[in-house]
């Protein structure tokens, strides 16, 4: 039987726009602290890949706490307006539109919400670590500490 071409096979193609989050790109170990668990360190493992041939970014993370979900994210561009978005999903059926800003070998996502708002700078330090700091806000309150990681890679 003849295999015809995947459909919109010429779109599967480097995103240039994302070519600044190339430094995320590979598997990576995680260790992280939490407030919810004063004392405790957290592993877990991420990964950043190119997607659809590099038109978008997918993200996986989990953390071997039964408190904290495994996700997974889709981050991409508008060329036009130059910006970034990253949509997240994860176990517990959640699923939020983050805005994204990208400096130089780092990136921050964040969502505003007025019951729960987010923010999470993920910083390369050298090719093999990266260093996230999380923050929260609960109902309008003041920007508090939330799930931050150190990442070790793995592998590229």
């Known amino acids: 039987m003849n295999q015809?071409?995947?459909?919109?096979?010429?779109?599967?193609?480097?995103?240039?726009?994302?070519?600044?989050l190339a430094f995320l790109i590979g598997e990576w170990r995680t260790s992280g602290t939490h407030p919810m668990v004063p004392g405790t360190t957290l592993e877990g493992r991420?990964?950043?890949?190119?997607?659809e041939g590099g038109a978008f970014l997918i993200m996986?993370?989990?953390?071997?706490?039964?408190?904290?979900?495994?996700?997974?994210?889709?981050?991409?561009s508008d060329d036009k307006a130059g910006s970034f978005v990253m949509i997240y999903f994860d176990e517990r059926g959640v699923s939020r539109h983050y805005q994204l800003s990208v400096g130089d070998r780092t990136v921050?996502?964040?969502?505003?919400?007025?019951?729960f708002s987010q923010?999470?700078?993920?910083?390369?330090?050298?090719?093999?670590?990266?260093v996230?700091?999380?923050?929260m806000s609960q109902k309008g309150g003041a920007w508090e500490?939330?799930?931050s990681q150190v990442f070790t890679r793995v592998q590229s």
């Open 4 to 20: 015809s071409p995947a459909i919109g096979a010429e779109a599967l193609i480097p995103n240039p726009a994302l070519a600044p």
């Open 46 to 51: 991420a990964s950043f890949a190119w997607h």
């Open 60 to 76: 996986h993370a989990e953390v071997d706490e039964p408190r904290f979900p495994s996700g997974v994210a889709i981050i991409g």
């Open 108 to 115: 921050t996502w964040r969502r505003d919400d007025p019951l």
């Open 119 to 130: 923010s999470i700078t993920l910083s390369a330090e050298s090719d093999d670590r990266l």
């Open 132 to 135: 996230s700091k999380g923050r």
């Open 145 to 147: 500490d939330d799930l």
